[in-house]
């Protein structure tokens, strides 16, 4: 309607988090999900993401979840071998969720389109460039991070957009996702993932410096161990073809003897 709000199915997610923009795999059991999903294509509609919170019961009937969700469109559902299915979907918008309007055969939410602050300014612009130097710096020492993303990141002009999509590439805890996903004010966003950037930064820097340590360590012992085998090869080659180290060998050994007796 006009203030922005709409009905739709809803999925609900426990282990992801679906970012704006951003396209992921998702693999879909047949329950709630299944259905919501195959009422949405019937009717050429998008869902909702609902995020669920800190619950340890899967089977739970009654369940908490973040106040903003992701509205999704889903591409072509495939079935796998096991039962279950699988899906690419794609990330629109944030949303609030106002109201779970039906729970059976699946669940159905009010929402309200999340309207982000527009802007540009010189603090803006000094946070994105810290998030973008140091999502670099993360790039060049997470090897499941490409170099494609790093430059699709370089060429990013928007903040909310920026955020959204350094969020959705580097590993961080299912907690700092929600922090990420509920934050409807780019700002703070950019703030919020640039301290999450720094502390994933200090992890892969003592990760690297711990890796150099033990790669320097197992260059040592297998130059020590190659020299010792060389040496025992040459001592080897020596007492079997040399008859001058032999005869000194022996005189040694008459030397010694002598001694003892004496």
Not at 83 to 104: F, H, K, M, N, P
Request: charged share 30%.
């Amino acid at each position: 309607d006009e203030n922005g709000e709409f009905e739709c199915a809803a999925m609900i997610v426990r282990d992801l988090v679906v970012f704006p923009r951003m396209m992921t795999p998702i693999l879909i059991d047949a329950g709630l999900n299944y259905s919501a999903i195959q009422s949405a294509l019937k009717k050429y509609e998008t869902l909702v993401a609902i995020y669920i919170v800190d619950q340890e019961n899967e089977g739970e009937e009654n369940f908490d979840f973040l106040p903003i969700g992701t509205e999704i469109s889903v591409g072509k559902i495939m079935a796998l071998p096991e039962g279950d299915y699988s899906a690419l979907i794609q990330g629109r918008r944030r949303v609030e969720i106002l109201a779970v309007v039906q729970d059976e055969p699946f669940i159905r939410v009010r929402v309200r389109v999340v309207q982000e602050k527009e802007s540009n300014d010189r603090q803006i612009k000094a946070l994105m460039r810290t998030s973008k130097d140091l999502f670099v710096k993360c790039v060049h020492l997470d090897k499941s991070l490409s170099d494609e993303s790093q430059l699709f990141a370089m060429n990013i002009q928007d903040p909310s957009w920026l955020t959204d999509m350094i969020s959705s590439a580097i590993t961080i805890s299912p907690t700092d996702r929600h922090k990420l996903i509920v934050e409807i004010d780019p700002r703070k966003r950019l703030k919020l993932l640039n301290s999450i950037l720094a502390q994933e930064l200090d992890v892969l820097e003592l990760e690297e410096e711990i890796q150099a340590k033990i790669q320097n360590e197992v260059d040592k012992t297998q130059r020590d161990y190659y020299l010792r085998e060389q040496l025992k090869a040459i001592q080897a080659e020596l007492g079997e073809n040399d008859l001058f180290i032999n005869e000194i060998s022996d005189l040694r050994e008459q030397v010694k003897n002598k001694r003892l007796h004496e």
